[in-house]
């Protein structure tokens, strides 16, 4: 998500905030590699998703859980 946020302009924790708010079928995925730790990923699909997330939330901004 550290990428993204850069490439829209967006804090990453409230990104993540709104992208946490998402699920499998809405696009998003959790990457793992050798460790215990993942990262969270959207496909193309859940790019657009989440854009419109964040569109949702910035006109509705007590609506975000955190």
Do not use: H
Not at 18 to 46: K, L, P, R
């Amino acid at each position: 998500m550290t990428q993204v946020a850069k490439d829209l302009g967006e804090d990453e924790d409230w990104l993540r905030d709104v992208a946490n708010e998402m699920e499998i079928e809405d696009g998003t995925i959790w990457v793992y590699g050798v460790g215990e730790d993942g990262i969270q990923a959207c496909t193309d699909f859940g790019s657009e998703n989440l854009i419109e997330l964040i569109r949702f939330y910035k006109e509705n901004p007590g609506l975000l859980k955190r």
